[in-house]
């Protein structure tokens, strides 16, 4: 059974930083791309960005490209999403999410199966 655990969500001003953690068990977490992805109030969720197994390939939505870095740590199963310059628009519930197949490279929500609880992010002006 996969289980994703996110943390790290909170209240912050903008302009200010976030790091969020999710830490995965259930899968052989080498073998998987993982995505962050976020819903604002009243919305579907929309892609954050992705990370591949390997840790060499990332893919970014427009709104937080140099803004935000993904990255991830294999020994201990956990990727992150480094969140910088924070704006209000960024407010929103967070989630962490495995694609339903290892060895699969994803931008399309649908194809990810696993997903965590979520963190609330929310940003100040």
């Known amino acids: 059974q996969v289980q994703l655990v996110e943390s790290g969500g909170g209240l912050v001003q903008a302009g200010g930083s976030l790091r969020l953690s999710c830490t995965a068990s259930g899968i052989t977490f080498t073998r998987y791309t993982m995505g962050w992805f976020r819903r604002h109030p009243g919305k579907e969720p929309e892609f954050v960005a992705t990370i591949i197994w390997g840790g060499d390939t990332r893919n970014y939505a427009d709104s937080v490209k140099g803004r935000f870095t993904i990255s991830r740590d294999n020994a201990q199963n956990t990727v992150y999403l480094q969140m910088n310059n924070l704006k209000p628009e960024d407010t929103a519930v967070y989630y962490c999410?495995?694609?339903?197949?290892?060895?699969?490279?994803?931008?399309?929500?649908?194809?990810?199966?696993?997903w965590g609880q979520g963190t609330q992010v929310t940003v100040s002006s």
């Open positions: 999410a495995a694609p339903i197949a290892p060895y699969v490279y994803t931008l399309e929500i649908a194809n990810f199966g696993s």
